[in-house]
């Protein structure tokens, strides 16, 4: 969380793209990459990403024991997961890889701190109130830190991260979708992206 303002939030359908995509990512300033487990081709691009100097790759959209130990086993360097139960939350902790669980409300964080975490992804961010539900939040909870995904973008990041219990954003406008040309990704705007959020920073 402390390596970049914004985490590229990555929905990959072809591991063909997985290294162009990272390096683009990486050499545009961001180097935390998390690949989301919501296509087949997830793992294989784990894999692939994992091969770029400087690129930190970790999984997202992990939901379960099983996909936790698929993703180690693929190289993932941290864990994301939309939500969190104690069974994810014991075998990640147990792992010693880097655990982001998502959450929502009070009951969350606090089920949360009593695994001994205090890190979190607020998700989805927007939905589940924006800004103002997670001052509300944060308020009892002093030294919990929170990566708010879902819904953030470009024009409201810095927003997010002008707040100080928020150490970093996630965001999915980084990479464009893939046309279907066959030209692959544009890496020169994934670059450009890339830049612009890895320059990101609060505004009062």
């Known amino acids: 969380m402390a390596l970049s303002p914004v985490i590229p939030v990555l929905v990959i359908q072809d591991a063909a793209h ?31 990403m ?22 180690l086993e693929a190289g993932a360097r941290f864990i994301v997961s939309p939500g969190l139960t104690e069974g994810l939350g014991r075998a990640a ?3 010693g890889v880097p655990f982001l669980p998502g959450i929502a409300n009070a009951g969350d964080i606090m089920r949360g701190l009593d695994l001994g975490l205090d890190r979190f992804k607020f998700f989805p961010a927007v939905a589940s109130g924006g800004i103002k539900a997670l001052r509300a939040l944060s308020a009892p909870f002093g030294r919990v830190r929170f990566c708010p995904t879902g819904g953030v973008d470009e024009a ?39 830049a612009q959020a890895a320059a990101l920073s609060g505004i009062a």
């Open 93 to 95: 902790i147990a792992s």
């Open 50 to 71: 994992s091969q770029v100097e400087g690129a930190v790759v970790g999984a997202g959209t992990v939901l379960n024991q099983d996909d936790l130990e698929a993703s």
């Open 156 to 194: 409201s990041a810095a927003e997010w991260l002008a707040l100080p219990f928020v150490a970093c954003v996630g965001g999915s406008w980084l990479v464009p979708p893939v046309a279907t040309d066959g030209r692959g990704p544009d890496v020169a705007e994934i670059r450009r992206r890339a």
């Open 18 to 48: 997985a290294r162009p995509i990272a390096e683009a990512l990486v050499a545009g300033g961001l180097c935390v990459l998390e690949v989301t487990l919501r296509t087949g081709a997830a793992l294989d691009v784990i894999r692939e």
